[in-house]
């Protein structure tokens, strides 16, 4: 799986491609039906498949004190392109320049620049210069600059429910992380680096792999049931609090993942953790003797919900 950027030259190897096109935020059942549209057109040619996608988002760009709202990293991004089977990963840097690029000189770089023989994207994908290019405007200036558009209907869940980011946004805000996860097919995931905390939690008998949130959306603050997955491949069973901490005069936003039955040296190393399930909102205890017993209990709860939940390949 291959890196580009859309300000490099693409590759000799990597030219021809099917380009599945969008900005894939999440990748959740609705983008996995536009990428496995691609993969399974290129694989009838022979082609390679380039998921190409957008960062910042364009969100990001235009509204700069926007809330933090992103599903994925880039990197996460990359992971599950390569496991729905595409070649490479190509990112349009949206900047000033990109924001003023016409629909027409858009889908030229897709031809002279890319050279994609071929486009496929969701039905509501728009592009260009205050978003003027539509699927249609895509279909007209594709053929006649010699590659085809697949459009793909938007897909709707078992209670007919369109799937989308902004659907799983709102779960996660609200807590529902069983909702989050169908639409997604796999549990939230914020991944960052463990850095140094306060100690205090290792000082009770519950140590805790802390994580900056940085740009991801926030979840409803609260202690979950998590699952995290460490850079060898290692998954662990765990309770964590998300939020800022309220006990504790400094507030901090943290998640804060304790491992059951671990004792490894986790600082410095970037880990993965899932949101499984909300147990129970951010509180402010008495003392800090009752916040200790509440982990006790917030623990115990967590691994009779993580023992009812399958954990995923």
Same mark, same amino acid.
């Given at each position: 799986?291959?890196?580009?950027?859309? @300000?490099?030259?693409?590759?000799?190897?990597? #030219?021809?491609?099917?380009?599945?096109?969008?900005?894939?935020?999440?990748?959740?059942?609705?983008?996995?039906?536009?990428?496995?549209?691609?993969?399974?057109?290129?694989?009838?040619?022979?082609?390679?498949?380039?998921?190409?996608?957008?960062?910042? $988002?364009?969100?990001?760009?235009?509204?700069?004190?926007?809330?933090?709202?992103?599903?994925?990293?880039?990197?996460?991004?990359? !992971?599950?392109?390569?496991?729905?089977?595409?070649?490479?990963?190509?990112?349009?840097?949206?900047?000033?320049?990109?924001?003023?690029?016409?629909?027409? @000189?858009?889908? !030229?770089?897709?031809?002279?620049?890319?050279?994609?023989? *071929?486009?496929?994207?969701?039905?509501?994908?728009?592009?260009?210069?205050?978003?003027?290019?539509?699927?249609?405007?895509?279909?007209?200036?594709?053929?006649?600059?010699?590659?085809?558009?697949?459009?793909? @209907?938007?897909?709707?869940?078992?209670?007919?429910?369109?799937?989308?980011?902004? #659907?799983?946004?709102?779960?996660?805000?609200?807590?529902?992380?069983? %909702?989050?996860? #169908?639409?997604? %097919?796999? /549990?939230?995931?914020?991944?960052?680096?463990?850095?140094? *905390?306060?100690?205090?939690? #290792?000082?009770?008998?519950? /140590?805790?792999?802390?994580?900056?949130?940085?740009? =991801?959306?926030? /979840?409803?603050? *609260?202690? =979950?049931?998590?699952?995290?997955?460490? /850079? @060898?491949?290692?998954?662990?069973?765990?309770?964590?609090?998300?939020?800022? !901490?309220?006990?504790?005069?400094?507030?901090?936003?943290?998640?804060?993942? $304790?491992?059951?039955?671990?004792?490894?040296?986790? =600082?410095?190393?970037?880990?993965?953790?899932?949101?499984?399930? !909300?147990?129970?909102?951010?509180?402010?205890?008495?003392?800090?003797?009752?916040?200790?017993?509440?982990? *006790?209990?917030?623990?115990?709860?967590?691994?009779?919900?993580?023992?009812?939940?399958?954990?995923?390949?």
């Amino acid at each position: 799986m291959e890196r580009l950027y859309s @300000d490099e030259p693409v590759p000799a190897h990597l #030219r021809g491609a099917i380009v599945a096109l969008g900005n894939f935020d999440g990748f959740h059942l609705g983008h996995q039906a536009v990428v496995g549209r691609a993969v399974r057109r290129a694989a009838e040619g022979g082609r390679p498949v380039i998921v190409a996608t957008f960062d910042p $988002h364009p969100a990001r760009f235009f509204r700069p004190d926007a809330l933090p709202f992103r599903l994925t990293t880039l990197d996460q991004r990359e !992971r599950l392109f390569a496991a729905a089977g595409a070649s490479a990963m190509l990112v349009f840097r949206f900047d000033a320049a990109m924001a003023a690029t016409s629909a027409q @000189d858009f889908v !030229r770089m897709l031809v002279e620049d890319v050279g994609a023989v *071929g486009v496929v994207t969701g039905a509501d994908f728009t592009f260009g210069k205050a978003r003027t290019g539509s699927v249609a405007t895509l279909t007209e200036l594709g053929a006649a600059m010699g590659f085809v558009v697949k459009a793909v @209907d938007p897909i709707t869940d078992a209670e007919g429910l369109l799937v989308s980011s902004s #659907r799983i946004r709102s779960a996660l805000v609200d807590g529902d992380c069983a %909702t989050a996860t #169908r639409l997604l %097919t796999r /549990p939230f995931t914020i991944e960052g680096e463990v850095v140094h *905390g306060d100690k205090v939690g #290792r000082e009770w008998g519950f /140590p805790t792999a802390n994580l900056l949130i940085a740009r =991801y959306l926030r /979840p409803a603050y *609260g202690v =979950y049931a998590v699952r995290g997955r460490l /850079p @060898d491949g290692t998954v662990l069973d765990g309770a964590a609090n998300l939020g800022i !901490r309220p006990q504790f005069d400094v507030p901090k936003e943290l998640l804060e993942p $304790h491992f059951f039955d671990f004792s490894g040296n986790l =600082y410095g190393q970037c880990i993965e953790v899932e949101l499984i399930h !909300r147990i129970r909102g951010e509180e402010k205890f008495d003392s800090f003797e009752a916040l200790k017993g509440q982990i *006790g209990r917030d623990c115990e709860i967590a691994r009779h919900i993580l023992a009812d939940h399958p954990r995923l390949a």
